[in-house]
């Protein structure tokens, strides 16, 4: 059964990088054909993905996130993180890791994304952007 486990901080000052891992357990993240995927939830918003790094370590962003995003990996931890800079107050939400089976093919991808798209999911981590 593979599980997900979000870590990081749960504040972060405006203008600075918001930093955050995700350790895998009960699978591999170079799993054939598997994408590992951050989402996040701003307060009484839905769900926005935010990226993914796949199993073969391509990456894809989200266009309106893609210019301060960088996801990457340890495959010797068996983890993948995510890097967003410039922090604004909306960067304010509840982030999540989860896994994908289904890569991007064009922009915009995952546009409008439900919980049942990507299974498992970690249980998510408050991130407040405020100074």
């Known amino acids: 059964q593979v599980q997900l486990q979000e870590s990081g901080p749960g504040l972060v000052k405006p203008s600075q990088t918001l930093s955050l891992t995700c350790t895998v357990s009960?699978?591999?993240?170079?799993?054939?054909?598997?994408?590992w995927s951050w989402i996040r939830q701003p307060p009484g918003k839905g769900l926005e993905w935010i990226g993914y790094?796949?199993?073969?370590?391509?990456?894809w962003y989200n266009l309106s996130l893609k210019n301060r995003t960088s996801i990457s990996r340890d495959t010797s931890k068996n983890q993948f993180s995510v890097r967003l800079d410039s922090v604004t107050p909306e960067d304010t939400a509840v982030y999540y890791c989860?896994?994908?089976?289904?890569?991007?093919?064009?922009?915009?991808?995952?546009?409008?994304?439900?919980?049942?798209?990507?299974?498992?999911w970690g249980q998510g981590t408050q991130v407040t952007v405020a100074s």
């Open positions: 790094i796949s199993y073969s370590d391509t990456t």
């Open positions: 009960g699978g591999s993240i170079t799993d054939k054909y598997y994408y």
């Open positions: 989860a896994r994908g089976a289904f890569p991007c093919s064009g922009d915009p991808c995952y546009a409008a994304i439900s919980r049942s798209d990507f299974d498992p």
